[in-house]
């Protein structure tokens, strides 16, 4: 079936459910998972209003993200399963989850989203939906 299960999050609470059925498919399938994180380069929060040097950003988005990927990697571990993380920054977040499964060589993503509609889909599921229309790797939409 699948070699490799590609996991994304985002540190959500809904994250954290589709990382635990991620892990509980790659178990029960006896495979492999890495899991992604994305953050934005400093230079493309230029427009925000920030505090932070970009050495600031960069130490605080990796603290971030190693946060995020530690939850995954400790629920793999628990549960006997590999896992290998990696945290990429990229400006648009879907495209770095779909080079980071095609670098890892994973056959699905698994990611999580709101399952909402109109206007709350397009401000909250933005990522997920891209991911989904411009991958062509198998992608889990786990609700």
Known sequence: MYKRIMISTDGSKLSRK???????LAKSIKTRVAAVTVSAPFESQAFELMTDSSEQYKNRTADLAAKHL?????????????????????????AGIIIAA??????????????????A???????????????????????
């Open 70 to 94: 530690r939850v995954v990697k400790d629920m793999a571990t628990a549960a006997g399963v590999t896992c290998n993380v990696v945290h990429i920054e990229h400006h648009q977040p879907y």
């Open 18 to 24: 589709a990382i635990k059925h991620g892990i509980a």
């Open 102 to 119: 095609k670098k890892a060589h994973c056959d699905l993503i698994v990611m999580a989203s709101h399952g909402r509609r109109g206007y």
């Open 121 to 143: 889909a397009v401000l909250l599921g933005i990522e997920t939906v891209k991911v989904l229309t411009h991958s062509k790797i198998p992608v889990l939409d786990y609700r």
